[in-house]
């Protein structure tokens, strides 16, 4: 699909507000990557998965995690912390089909405490919203580098 709309420069003002939302929240890396890939898995964003992927890899993450993200409930490859974390990521990413159920919510909570928990409500919230306008804008995967990981 070719790209529609090149958001960055045609709505700059909000476009740097996202930009700033995402620089803005705290979670480790390692847990955000892992988040950005999953939202990005479920709303079928090839632009993100692209980006995201790459990045998890620059940063270190293995192949195996990233291609077990998907069906993390079955492996072994992830703490519990990050668990919980995929899992109000798949609730709020799919939030039509049962909102976030109290248990997840309660999972999560178990895991991270409440400034935690809202640094990761703005991560999911901020990688949907970010699928959101690449899919909208055809933003074109497969030509994003990585920036160099700083060690």
Known sequence: ?????????????????MVALDRSITLEPQLRKLLKVRASLINGCAFCIDMHWKDARAAG?????????????????????EKAALELCEAMTLIAEAHVPDEVWTRASSHFDTEELGELVFAITAINSWNRIAITCGAEPGHYQPRVQSA
């Open 1 to 17: 699909m070719p790209q529609r709309l090149d958001i960055a420069s045609m709505a700059p003002a909000p476009y740097k507000a």
């Open 61 to 81: 993450e293995s192949e195996e995690r990233l291609f077990m993200v998907s069906a993390w409930r079955e492996s072994a490859l992830y703490t519990e912390r």
